[in-house]
């Protein structure tokens, strides 16, 4: 079983609090991503979602100006393939990784556009500075925004995210916030505080129902209702079929006998 290590240096920092993991997105001047770079974070994530010890991920970025702006234009100038190897979760590590079944907090503080706003939608729950900006330029280099123009007509109004991909518009903290794009928007001073208590919150909690959770809302998305509902109540969820065997949900249930708080183990 893979453990989570902490790093101090490298393009994806890691610390760890508990069971909640951090991870700040280092790298000068922009934090662009790069192939290199993608591999490194790749890893990292993979690590994060094998280490049973690790319930929450708490995604940012080092600096004020620039959260992530996506792919690194001067590395691919200089022979990066945009098409080349992203290593185990494509790019950014995230986007593609199979089986993360733990809650994802991305704490957005500054420009988030192009690819940024890719990895920054691999998050379950967005908190952003109010300085920060978000947008999909693409299609001014002549390129497409692959994964964007799949996830973003799902998460926010189709006319509102076709209008994002077809001009490549800037949108600010509180227009994304509006339209559902973000969860919150909080003075910057206080994204971090806001984002780690949250991310405490959600690691005091059951990580067996949270893993059930992701795994149903990710299967089922292009699923018809009775089709994934029927998958739940016959087991074919391997997550739902751990719950429901655990010592997590006798608990659950002695806990609300007795009237105290569960104590939840992860098994």
Known sequence: MAELKVRDEGPLRVTRRGHVAEFTLDRPPANAIDLATSRIM???????????????????????KFFCPGWDLKAAAAGDAVDGDYGVGGFGGLQELRGLNKPVIMAVNGICCGGGLEFALCGDIILVAEHARFALPEIRSGTVADAASIKLPRRIPYHIAMEMLLTGRWMEAEEAARWGLVNRVLPAAELMAAARALADELASGPPLVFAAIKEIVREAEDMKFQDALNRITKSQFETVERLYRSEDQLEGARAFAEKRDPVWKGR
């Not at 790749?42 to 004020?64: C, K, M, S, W, Y």
């Open 42 to 64: 790749g890893e990292i994530f993979t690590e994060f979602r094998d280490d049973p010890e690790i319930r929450v991920g708490l995604v940012t970025a080092a600096g004020e």
